[in-house]
């Protein structure tokens, strides 16, 4: 299995940017589609982005496109997702997680991904 470490959380005032990098190591990512996903206090873990092995196709959820940017490095085994015009509700945990699905489909849920960062927290004070 790939090992996942997040990085690059912290607290930022409402409209500011955030990068997040998760770094991998283990396995190569480039045998995995790459996904973020996030979660607040008291509620399930959703789905954020996901990335295919190339980086050819990527997917967001509906709430965040045009805000969130998700894009990977295979030569540094790296995967990033840039926040933009953060807002208050994006506070939660980030997790990086990698699905070795050979589908073409990008998926969404997190049960389906296999391996998992530990997360870094987010926190956009208005």
């Known amino acids: 299995q790939v090992q996942l470490v997040e990085s690059g959380g912290g607290l930022v005032q409402a409209g500011g940017s955030l990068r997040l990098s998760c770094a991998a190591s283990?396995?190569?990512?480039?045998?995995?589609?790459m996904g973020w996903f996030r979660q607040a206090p008291g509620k399930e873990r959703e789905f954020v982005a996901g990335?295919?092995?190339?980086?050819?196709?990527?997917s967001y959820a509906d709430s965040l496109k045009g805000r969130f940017t998700i894009s990977r490095d295979n030569a540094k085994n790296t995967v990033y997702l840039q926040m933009n015009s953060l807002k208050p509700e994006d506070t939660a945990v980030y997790f990086c997680?990698?699905?070795?699905?050979?589908?073409?489909?990008?998926?969404?849920?997190?049960?389906?991904?296999?391996?998992w960062g530990q997360g870094t927290q987010v926190t956009v004070s208005s």
């Open positions: 283990g396995r190569t990512i480039y045998m995995y589609a």
């Open positions: 997680a990698a699905d070795a699905n050979l589908g073409m489909v990008l998926r969404t849920t997190p049960d389906e991904y296999d391996s």
């Open positions: 990335i295919s092995r190339i980086g050819s196709s990527t």
